[in-house]
């Protein structure tokens, strides 16, 4: 990330605890967990003034890997890169697209519904965006920048039959993207498609723990990282150079920072919620609060322990150094 204009030392600025422009800490190249991070030039993008770094760091892996998910591999029609269209659906004059999103208050979840946005204006044609969320979300996720048409609680066993009916006559979604793409939600999300769709996840079969077999609508899968162009080591698989894929993250950063002498960025930030701590505590509270391992007593212990609470429509940053 970089401003319009110069900007003192990164070692007193927040960054989220992962970024897009490192590699993870199996690869031989350095992962972000330093007080300093060497970075690809054409991987960084110009923040506007009026967005703290505490909410830019929010936007940069995970609103790429949203748009790697929704204009890479559903090929939706993209703004800043030549991308897929609607011809293969067949569209009658004025038809609406259906776009379901499981995990819509997930940090990807809230980058791929403003994406679907700027598919929507690109295209000129009405999606229907629907998704899957807490009901206690359900008015957050309704506001501008995501405006859902339709929300389910994805605690009513039902709603997989209630997103198809909200489809219409296709009789489900065309596309979906499923944000946390982990056991069953792989295949509740699979169950909303019609007759054809697109389906994005994010983990493969393995870490995932899906049965892709008992797909009728195939996923396509990647990751992240293969921004950065160069071969890497990831859920124990290797990852070869991917220039096409790098040549996308550069322009979606390109584009990102693109109205920053303006005061605005293409995407809004997640909510942030900060994380005291810095490095020392990433891997013991803010891992183990991702991965849903803290208890619930522990989430209670105390006020200053309040921001272990449960994580629902915001995104845990950490100053990398600690005592901030």
């Not at 890997?65 to 929704?70: D, F, N, R």
């Not at 569209?91 to 499981?102: C, P, R, S």
């Not at 403003?114 to 998704?131: C, F, M, N, P």
Request: proline residues 6%; aromatic residues 12%; neutral net charge.
């Amino acid at each position: 990330m970089s401003r319009t204009k110069s900007t003192s030392s990164f070692l007193d600025r927040p960054l989220a605890n992962s970024e897009p422009y490192v590699a993870c800490s199996i690869n031989d190249r350095p992962g972000a967990f330093a007080e300093y991070v060497v970075v690809d030039f054409d991987l960084t993008w110009n923040v506007p003034g009026s967005i703290s770094f505490e909410s830019a760091a929010t936007i940069s892996m995970c609103g790429l890997t949203a748009a790697q998910g929704v204009f890479e591999r559903l090929q939706l029609p993209c703004p800043f890169h030549q991308t897929g269209n609607f011809d293969w659906l067949n569209l009658a004059k004025g038809e609406t697209v259906n776009f379901f999103i499981y995990g819509a208050t997930s940090s990807l979840g809230l980058f791929a519904a403003q994406l679907v946005r700027l598919a929507e204006q690109t295209s000129g044609i009405k999606i229907r965006l629907i998704g899957a969320a807490s009901a206690s979300k359900h008015a957050m996720l309704r506001e501008t920048p995501y405006r859902y048409d339709l929300l389910v609680d994805y605690r009513d066993t039902d709603w997989p039959r209630k997103v198809r009916e909200a489809a219409g006559a296709r009789g489900g979604v065309q596309y979906a993207l499923d944000a946390f793409s982990q056991g069953p939600s792989v295949e509740l999300t699979e169950s909303t498609f019609g007759p054809q769709g697109r389906y994005a996840v994010f983990r493969n079969p393995a870490v995932g723990n899906f049965d892709i077999s008992k797909l009728k609508i195939k996923p396509t899968i990647g990751a992240v990282w293969e921004g950065l162009g160069v071969e890497i080591g990831y859920q124990g698989v290797t990852l070869p150079a991917n220039p096409k894929a790098h040549m996308f993250a550069k322009r979606f950063f390109e584009y990102l920072g693109s109205d920053a002498a303006s005061g605005q960025a293409k995407l809004v930030p997640n909510p942030v919620r900060y994380m005291p701590g810095g490095l020392e505590k990433i891997a013991s509270e803010g891992f183990a609060l991702l991965g849903s391992k803290m208890s619930v007593g522990k989430f209670s212990e105390s006020q200053e322990r309040d921001y272990l609470r449960p994580i629902s429509g915001e995104k845990i940053v950490y100053y990398v150094v600690s005592g901030n």
